[in-house]
């Protein structure tokens, strides 16, 4: 597989997903360490996990302030942050990573089948466990308005 | 003529979402029910006047294609359009999805403008609101 390939279709995805479906400014970061995005004893960081499987297989981890989420989530339903409930914030932060994880294959080689997992909400402890799985690793910091992003794909076999 | 339209995702904020495109797009739509999975869908399409089914192809118990299944094996339905919105983008499993009896798919993310233009041409529909002459299966830009 082609890294670079890989992560322009990951760019591509993230600006899909997030502009299209979110309207969200985005501008992509150099920083590829998670603990220069944020300061991850004070701000609560939601992360969600997705696996795939296919002509190479790994997951997807996605971090998102849970501010931030939380305003998505209103926009995704439409409504107040007020009426929003942590279950909506949940799957919403859940579909983000699918949309963009099935985009990502797309946009790589729509040739290739890619088989996705139900994507879940893992903790942030978990995030770094897998960090160290050994397997190529491309990270993706994202800025946006004041907050930052990270998309981490992790290839295993 | 307004359709009405079968929304079946596991996903609340999802479907509120399709929901919310569907009636910016200016497709001519209806009522809208929701449907949370497979089962709930099917019941609903057998109780209710439905016209139209966009389904969720991941989802736990009942993907989409095994709802589409169970709807091609049921003499009341098995002659409803239904449509896959899907985050699936190989051209082999959207091949797979027409020949199991999908009408078509739509891919996530998703405008509003796109749903309207695959929804008319499925329903046979010109981007003007017009019937047109062929049934909707042809021509779509799979």
């Excluded at chain 1, 992509?28 to 696996?51: F, G, M, V």
């Excluded at chain 1, 995704?76 to 007020?82: K, P, Q, R």
């Excluded at chain 1, 009426?83 to 909506?88: P, Q, S």
């Excluded at chain 2, 999908?102 to 796109?114: D, H, L, R, S, W």
């Amino acid at each position: 597989m082609e890294k670079q390939a890989l992560i322009t279709a990951m760019k591509t995805s993230i600006s899909e997903v997030l502009e299209t479906m979110f309207f969200l400014p985005l501008e992509y970061a150099s920083n590829t360490d998670p603990e220069r995005c944020w300061s991850l004893e004070e701000d609560e960081i939601l992360a969600s996990k997705l696996n795939f499987s296919g002509p190479f297989s790994g997951h997807f981890v996605f971090l998102i302030p849970a501010s931030l989420a939380l305003s998505l989530s209103a926009s995704f339903l439409g409504c107040d942050e007020e009426l929003v409930t942590r279950d909506h914030v949940i799957e919403t932060v859940k579909e983000i990573i699918n949309m963009i994880a099935g985009s990502t294959f797309g946009n790589y080689d729509n040739s290739r089948v890619f088989n996705l997992d139900i994507p879940k909400i893992v903790s942030l402890g978990e995030f770094e466990e897998h960090g160290s799985d050994a397997g190529e690793v491309i990270f993706i910091a994202i800025n946006t308005l004041e907050n930052h992003l990270a998309l981490r794909m992790v290839m295993t076999g | 003529m307004a359709f009405n339209v079968l929304i079946v995702d596991d996903s609340l904020p999802m479907r509120s979402v399709i929901k919310r495109a569907i009636r910016a797009s200016g497709f001519s739509v209806g009522q809208v029910f929701e449907a949370s999975s497979g089962r709930e869908a099917l019941k609903l399409l057998r109780n209710e006047w439905l016209d139209l089914v966009l389904t969720d192809y991941n989802m736990p118990d009942m993907n989409g294609l095994e709802l589409i299944g169970e709807m091609k094996n049921d003499e009341l339905l098995r002659t409803m359009p239904a449509v896959m919105i899907t985050t699936e983008s190989s051209r082999q499993r959207m091949e797979e999805f027409i020949e199991q009896g999908a009408a078509g798919y739509i891919k996530k993310p998703f405008t509003p403008e796109e749903i309207r233009e695959k929804l008319n041409r499925i329903m046979g529909k010109t981007e003007d609101g017009e019937a047109s002459l062929n049934n909707g299966d042809e021509d779509l830009d799979f």
